[in-house]
C-alpha cells in the first residue's frame, strides 16, 4: 500500500489482546480489577507519605513520586488497553497523542537510580545524610527526572511526526507502542532508530549503572559491619527498593527477549502486561510488606476515609 501524502488520513489498527469474544469479558475483568489495585494501592501509599509528617524524608519523598509516576502510567496505559482488548482502529493524532504519554510515564527507573543514590548515601554517609539529602536537592532530583520525560516524550513525538505512513497500518499491540508505530513507517526511519539506540543506552544504561555503582558500595559498607544483626539490619533499609529495581528490570529485559522470540500480536501484548499492569500493581504492595511506618501510615488513612464515609451517610440520613 502506497503512502499517502495526508498524513492526518492515517489510521492505526491496534490488533489488541484477543480475538476470541467470549474471552474478551474475562480479560477485561481481570485488567480492570488490577488497574483498580493499581490505582488505589499507590494512591493509599501517596497519601499515607503526605499526611504523616514522620515520613516526611527523602526516601518516602522519592516513593511518593513513583506512586504518582505508576498511578499516571496505569490510567494512559491500562484504562485504553481496557478498550482495546479487541480490534480497534484509532486515528493518527490519537496515535501519537496516546504515544507520547505512555513515553512520558516509562522512565521509572530514573526514580530508582535516585532512590539507590539516597540508599547509598544513607548507609555510607550516615553522619552527612542530612546535609547531602536535603530538601533542595531532592527536589532539583525530582524534577530533573520529570524534565527527561517530557524532554524524551517530545523528542521522540516529533520525530514520529516527520515519517509517512500507509493508509491503513496493523500495530500487534493494544497500544501505539512507540517501536511498534516507527518500524510501520513507509519513510526513512534512520534518526528514529538512531534515537531509540541512544536511548538504549542512555536512558536505560545510565541509570542502571548508577545503581549498580550504589549498590557496589552498600555491599562494601555492609562487608566492613562485624554484626550479622547490625549486617541484617542495614540491609533490611534496601530490601524494599533492590526487589522493586530486581521487578523492573527484570520484567523489562523479559519484555524485550519474549517479543525478539516471539512477535505474533498475542506474545507481544500478553508479555506486555508484565510491565504495563503487574509491575505498577505490586510496587505498593512491596513497599508496605515490610515497612512499619508505611503500613501504620496507610492504616491511618483508610481509618480517617472509613469514618469519612461514615459520617456522609449519618448526615444525609439526618436530614
Excluded at 531532592?138 to 520529570?146: D, F, G, R, T
Excluded at 509517512?164 to 507502542?177: A, D, L, Q, Y
Aim: charged share 10%; net charge neutral; glycine share 4%.
Amino acid at each position: 500500500m502506497e503512502p499517502r501524502n495526508h498524513t492526518w488520513l492515517v489510521e492505526f489498527l491496534l490488533l489488541g489482546f484477543s480475538e476470541d469474544p467470549a474471552l474478551q469479558p474475562v480479560i477485561f475483568g481481570l485488567f480492570l480489577s488490577m488497574c483498580l489495585v493499581t490505582v488505589s494501592g499507590n494512591l493509599f501509599i501517596f497519601l499515607a507519605i503526605l499526611s504523616d509528617s514522620h515520613l516526611h524524608t527523602p526516601m518516602y519523598f522519592f516513593l511518593s513520586n513513583l506512586s504518582l509516576l505508576d498511578i499516571s502510567f496505569s490510567t494512559t496505559t491500562i484504562l485504553k488497553m481496557l478498550g482495546n482488548i479487541r480490534m480497534e482502529s484509532i486515528g493518527y493524532a490519537g496515535c501519537i497523542t496516546q504515544m507520547f504519554f505512555i513515553i512520558f510515564a516509562v522512565l521509572e527507573n530514573f526514580l530508582l537510580a535516585v532512590m539507590a543514590y539516597d540508599r547509598f548515601v544513607t548507609i555510607c554517609h550516615p553522619l552527612h545524610h542530612t546535609v547531602i539529602m536535603n530538601s533542595y536537592l531532592c527536589v532539583q532530583l525530582v524534577l530533573l527526572c520529570w524534565t527527561i520525560r517530557i524532554v524524551h516524550a517530545l523528542l521522540n513525538s516529533l520525530l514520529v511526526l516527520k515519517l509517512s505512513f500507509s493508509t491503513h497500518v496493523e500495530i500487534p499491540h493494544f497500544f501505539c507502542e512507540l517501536n511498534h508505530v516507527v518500524h510501520r513507517a513507509c519513510s526513512d526511519t534512520f534518526l528514529n532508530d538512531l534515537m531509540l539506540g541512544f536511548e538504549a543506552v542512555l536512558l536505560a544504561g545510565g541509570p542502571l549503572s548508577g545503581i549498580l555503582y550504589s549498590y557496589s558500595k552498600i555491599i562494601s559498607s555492609i562487608h566492613a559491619i562485624s554484626s550479622a544483626q547490625g549486617k541484617y539490619k542495614t540491609f533490611s533499609t534496601c530490601a524494599s527498593h533492590l526487589s522493586v529495581v530486581s521487578l523492573f528490570y527484570g520484567t523489562s529485559i523479559g519484555v524485550y527477549h519474549s517479543a525478539n522470540a516471539a512477535p505474533s500480536s498475542a506474545s507481544i501484548a500478553a508479555v506486555s502486561v508484565m510491565y504495563t499492569l503487574v509491575t505498577p500493581m505490586l510496587n505498593p504492595f512491596v513497599y508496605s510488606l515490610r515497612n512499619n511506618d508505611i503500613q501504620r501510615a496507610v492504616k491511618i488513612v483508610v481509618r480517617l476515609i472509613f469514618q469519612g464515609s461514615c459520617a456522609c451517610h449519618t448526615h444525609e440520613s439526618d436530614l
